[in-house]
């Protein structure tokens, strides 16, 4: 074979090997899947808050109410341990609970001192109190004056300033005085009023407990079952409804 056919046959090979290789490098970038762009979010999905924190302001508390104890009679059913209602007054604050705590002090030092004035008593509570209160279970009632007597629950009950009320609860007592005392025994409170935060089926007041003789040998017999009391939110913290569910 000429030189020159040599010449000419390797010069197509070199051409037909270098079309191949091309058409296999664009066979495999066209094979190669191209990455999927990440889906840019939408105005829309960037501005969504999730349920739970629009209405995280929104709930629902059952709060258990302390029966009233119940009553020892003598053989002849003569009451030698029996119950008395007595009021106290409280302070509520509006919701939601949004009071500085300068506003919240004012409202409640303008609240006791016409308390104070209506009943005729010095009522006393700290800073510290009100605030600790109104921070921890503002949605509760403040305690401002306890056992009124009864001329003192004479002159408030019709004449209730805004944002105080009559809280009427039980007290033991026993119309024979000290006799018998120590076979009848006495009853004291379980603990203070709660000041931290409100949880559920927690009482609203504290219960009473027999602690000597009869009154704490059938504690259980006498102490009866709760009521319910049902306080409901909106998401805006704003108390919508209060009622008694279980009396």
């Known amino acids: 074979m000429k030189p020159a056919s040599i010449c000419e046959n390797l010069r197509n090979l ?3 090997l270098s079309i191949f290789a091309l058409s ?3 066979r495999a970038q066209t094979l190669m899947p191209t990455p999927a762009l990440s889906p840019s979010a939408s105005p829309e999905e960037e501005t969504i808050i999730p349920t739970f924190e629009t209405q995280k302001l929104a709930r629902t508390y059952i709060l258990d109410i302390p029966a009233p104890r119940g009553q020892i009679t003598d053989r002849n059913g003569a009451p030698i341990a029996q119950n008395r209602l007595s009021y106290n007054l409280v302070i509520n604050f509006p919701t939601p609970l949004d009071f500085s705590d300068a506003q919240a002090l004012s409202f ?3 609240k006791i001192d016409k308390a104070g004035d209506l009943i005729g008593r010095k009522l006393r ?3 510290d109190a ?4 109104y921070r921890n279970r503002g949605i509760m ?3 401002i004056a306890q056992n ?3 001329p003192e629950y004479e002159k408030v009950k019709d004449n209730l300033p805004a944002g105080i009320m009559v809280r009427p609860v039980y007290v033991r007592i026993y119309p024979n005085g000290k006799l018998a005392g120590q076979i009848i025994g006495y009853t004291g409170k379980t603990g203070r009023n709660p000041d931290g935060i409100v949880d559920n089926h927690e009482t609203v007041w504290p219960e009473t407990e027999g602690r000597e003789g009869l009154e704490q040998t059938f504690n259980g017999m006498l102490t009866g079952k709760h009521g319910e ?3 409901t939110f909106d998401k805006d913290g704003r108390k919508t409804s209060e009622k008694l569910i279980t009396p």
């Open 14 to 16: 070199w051409i037909a």
């Open 24 to 26: 296999t490098t664009t």
């Open 108 to 110: 409640a030092r303008e």
């Open 125 to 127: 509570i700290s800073d």
């Open 130 to 133: 009100i605030l600790r209160h």
């Open 141 to 143: 009632p403040l305690e």
């Open 148 to 150: 009124l007597s009864q």
């Open 229 to 231: 009391y049902k306080l």
